[in-house]
């Protein structure tokens, strides 16, 4: 179609994407000289009547939205073609680098990156999620970001929903496999399917890998095996791509609240248990490491969880310090209480990494101090408590 006027007004360049039943040129406003972007659907005998709705949905959609990082609705016509007829959406033209190119170029990106990536992707959500309806994008994935200007432009809402009061009813199921809610396969969409879909999208940069082929802790991916992830990135991560609606984020402006320093409190187990009467166990916390510090007659134990490992080291009055027991922090998988036993077995706690991490026995302490300590310690690491 190079060089075919459309509308009158545009002459067409090249194609930059086809499906079944739709194209996406590349056209010149005469009028304006500008480059623009030319959606076509077919309007063929067997045209799916969903594909019309999502088509029209889409025009309507971005009739409504002005925001600097999403492509302007210029204009709708419909153009009669040698052979058939089709509906033609106009929008402007983004010219960048999507990020599945650079991911299909090799390149990985940095926690760094990606989270500034995030933070600009959230406050495009927070744009959409507060339309009055809300605008539900549902396809978030590396393709449909644009690095663009030193910017990331969100683009092609042809899967695009308004959610309207009576959406409590399915409705077409679109989306992109792995980057996907379980929630979409059903045919639901809320503003917390679009967070999956971006912290699906987050971890395919970070990893170069598509999530369906990144392995998974049930049915959750895991985030464990991404190199050099903070702590508390992985755990925002674990939030906003949890398969469990109830528990994921609800919403892009606590998940942009909440990107530095993980999820937020309220949102974990909270700690009940208060701390008992005259111990001698010290523990000292804050939002970048954790110390609990056992001592006795003959010395003291220390626990030391940061932002790189958790240790465990003993050290006996008059001897040196013995060679810490360390795993890397995001090993740490599981914490456990296993209070003591009718036949005469102590209380324990145990932390699960990639080897055992017990307190309870050496120095022995009482099943009132270890019910504190492992309250405090599951709270802060934000894993329940077996």
Not at 149 to 156: I, K, S
Not at 195 to 200: C, D, E, M, Y
């Amino acid at each position: 179609m190079s060089g075919q006027i459309l509308g009158n007004r545009y002459e067409v360049e090249r194609q930059i994407g086809k499906q079944t039943g739709r194209w996406t040129l590349l056209a010149r406003d005469l009028q304006t000289q500008e480059r623009v972007v030319i959606k076509l659907l077919f309007l063929a005998d067997q045209l799916d009547s969903d594909d019309l709705k999502l088509f029209e949905r889409e025009v309507e959609v971005l009739k409504a939205l002005s925001h600097p990082l999403i492509p302007r609705y210029l204009g709708f016509f419909e153009q009669a073609l040698p052979n058939d007829r089709a509906l033609a959406l106009i929008q402007t033209y983004v010219e960048g680098k999507s990020l599945e190119q650079c991911l299909q170029q090799g390149r990985t990106f940095t926690e760094a990156e990606t989270k500034q990536l995030a933070k600009v992707l959230l406050n495009i959500l927070i744009y959409l999620h507060g339309q009055q309806p809300p605008v539900i994008h549902r396809d978030i994935k590396p393709s449909n970001i644009l690095l663009a200007n030193r910017q990331a432009y969100l683009v092609d809402f042809g899967s695009v929903k308004t959610l309207t009061g009576n959406d409590n009813t399915g409705f077409t199921v679109v989306g992109t496999y792995g980057y996907m809610p379980p929630e979409q396969f059903s045919g639901r969409a809320v503003p917390a399917s679009d967070l999956f879909s971006l912290g699906a999208t987050l971890i395919a940069l970070m990893t170069g890998t598509h999530p369906s082929s990144l392995p998974r802790r049930g049915a959750k991916l895991d985030t464990s095996r991404i190199a050099n992830l903070s702590p508390e990135f992985a755990d925002w991560l674990n939030w906003v791509i949890d398969p469990n609606l109830e528990k994921r984020a609800k919403s892009a402006q606590a998940a942009l609240a909440a990107i530095d320093q993980g999820r937020p409190a309220e949102s974990t187990q909270a700690t009940t248990v208060p701390k008992p009467a005259n111990t001698k166990v010290s523990l000292n916390r804050d939002g970048r490491s954790l110390e609990v510090i056992l001592p006795s007659t003959w010395g003291q134990t220390q626990l030391l969880i940061d932002q790189q490992q958790i240790s465990l080291s003993t050290r006996r009055l008059g001897f040196a310090a013995s060679r810490p027991q360390t795993s890397p922090r995001h090993t740490i998988r599981r914490v456990e209480y296993r209070p003591a036993s009718a036949d005469g077995e102590p209380a324990q706690f145990t932390i699960w990494a990639d080897q055992k991490y017990e307190l309870g026995t050496n120095p022995a302490l009482t099943e009132a101090e270890l019910k504190w300590l492992s309250a405090e310690i599951s709270s802060w690491l934000r894993l329940p408590l077996s």
